[in-house]
């Protein structure tokens, strides 16, 4: 319904932030990293996602895209609500969320406040899955034909941001113009950095 919120940032709580677009202040519940990159009295764009229950309308916003798009992938895990979501990004980057699920990294999940480690490898084992049909055929062509690399680091990015839930045709054609001897972290910051997330 709401895709984005555009204004005035006027209010700032732990855990949510007010921006008064056309007179009226929009509460969004947000996360810590979405708090740090943001300012007071400033003009500020919240990406958003409205979460309608029985008894409440509540309003998510953050700072990029890449963590709105990792927010409703988490939450498309059983057992993990809008606030879990929120606790898991608030202390990790999306990178780190996709990077976390693509090594299976149990420990990293766990830093997040209610999250245990039943929880975390449920995570693990869900957004995994959905990586599955990613094919080492499929990244090794970009979309204007040239090869790139299929082995080291790329195809690990491909699936790293397969969880923030980018297909390889999206990120196959940048990360083809990117060092292949990067960090799976490095390439996958640079290939948001350039599409513009």
């Known amino acids: 319904m709401f895709y984005s919120v555009r204004g005035t940032l006027i209010h700032m709580e732990p855990g949510f932030a007010v921006v008064e677009c056309g007179g009226v202040g929009y ?103 959905k990586m599955k049909g990613l094919a080492t055929s499929e990244i090794s062509v970009d979309m204007g034909g040239s090869v790139i690399a299929d082995t080291g680091n790329i195809p690990k990015a491909v699936a790293a941001l397969a969880v923030l839930g980018y297909s390889s045709a999206d990120v196959t054609p940048v990360l083809s113009k990117l060092d292949p001897t990067l960090t799976v972290e490095q390439l996958i910051a640079q290939t948001l950095r350039r599409m513009g997330r």
Request: charge should be neutral.
């Open 27 to 129: 509460k969004c519940q947000t996360t810590v990293n979405t708090q740090r990159s943001i300012k007071l009295n400033s003009e500020v764009i919240l990406y958003t996602h409205l979460n309608v229950r029985e008894d409440a309308m509540e309003l998510f916003g953050f700072a990029g895209q890449s963590e709105l798009t990792t927010f409703r992938t988490l939450i498309g895990v059983s057992g993990v609500g809008p606030k879990m979501a929120l606790s898991i990004l608030s202390e990790l980057s999306p990178e780190q969320v996709a990077m976390a699920v693509a090594s299976g990294d149990v420990k990293s999940l766990t830093r997040a406040s209610g999250v245990g480690p039943k929880l975390a490898q449920r995570i693990i084992l869900e957004l995994k899955d």
